[in-house]
């Protein structure tokens, strides 16, 4: 069983515009995206900035209520704030910037402490000093020392507050964790330290995780499986190695184009020109079709729909 899916997630924001904020519209953040998660697997989601990476992590947690689509999480379907707890029971989240994750007026030890005093993570309340055992545990599995928890967040540098924020989530012993950009805020040196930390932790314990990043480098490293996004769709998934080695989407071709390294050996289109579309406009076709070197009349009359195509799946008329 996935530990969590999605049918046609779909996340709109509504925005007001105007000297008097009177014009309503709306941001199309997901489009129908429908992705899911296997046991001890590692989904990376790349793509550009506004994309729809960050949003289907936060859709997905719950931090952002979904606007249709169906979201599961082991078996149970997701339906509004009541089911926050059985979220959190199986999917936790590092983010992006650990300093502003962390509370400045608590301690390291106090943060850790708190997921586990807020909510029982396994339906039963634990003692005081079984907590407390359990908050020593973290901080070794993460590479921290107990003496350090009982300092505060800015004594830290930046590569350990993410270990911290790390340790925030392992310590609900999720199945799950989304790691939003984790690295992209860190020297390359740590970046290194944090991604070995992560896989370790995932050999000894079997944890799952969302990759999001736009580093495709190290999203190929980290990953088992790949979803390329673009305006708030998947246009491509499918294994690691499949969706580098042979990418199938022409926004999919473009994205490695630019990291030549990953695959020298390719002959691939040509770097893509123009400007991603507004997501305020309601698109009727293709939302890559603007920038795609490959379109045809077609393209810009119906959206393609995500199909099978060998090991992966892809979202275009001409493939």
Known sequence: MNIWETENLTKHFTVRRGLLKQHQQVVHALNGVSLHQGVGETLGLVGESGCGKSTFGRTLMGLYPKSSGRVLVAGREITGPADTDHVLS?????????????????????????????????????????????VDDILEQVGLSKAQGERYPHEFSGGQRQRIGIGRALISSPQCII????????????????????????????????????????????????????????????????????PLHPYTQALIKLNAPLAPHMTIG????????????????????????????????????????????VACWRR
Do not use: W
């Open 90 to 134: 199986h999917i936790q989240m590092v983010f992006q910037d650990p300093y502003a994750s962390l509370n400045p007026r608590m301690t390291v030890r106090q943060s850790l402490l708190e997921p586990l005093t807020v909510r029982a993570t396994t339906g039963t309340s634990l003692s005081e000093t079984a907590k407390q055992a359990k």
């Open 179 to 246: 790691c939003d950009e984790p690295i992209s805020a860190l020297d390359v040196s740590i970046q290194v330290q944090i991604v070995s930390l992560l896989e370790r932790l995932q050999a000894e314990q079997g944890i799952s995780y969302v990759f999001i990043s736009h580093d495709l480098n190290m999203v190929r490293y980290v990953s088992q499986r790949i979803a390329v996004m673009y305006l708030g769709g998947v246009v491509e998934e499918g294994p690691t190695q499949a969706v580098y080695e042979t």
């Open 270 to 313: 040509p770097v893509l020109t123009g400007e991603v579309p507004s997501p305020l406009a309601d698109l009727r076709g293709c939302p890559f079709a603007s920038r795609c070197p490959e379109k045809i009349a077609q393209c810009e009359e119906a959206k393609p729909p995500l199909v099978v195509r060998g090991e992966q799946k």
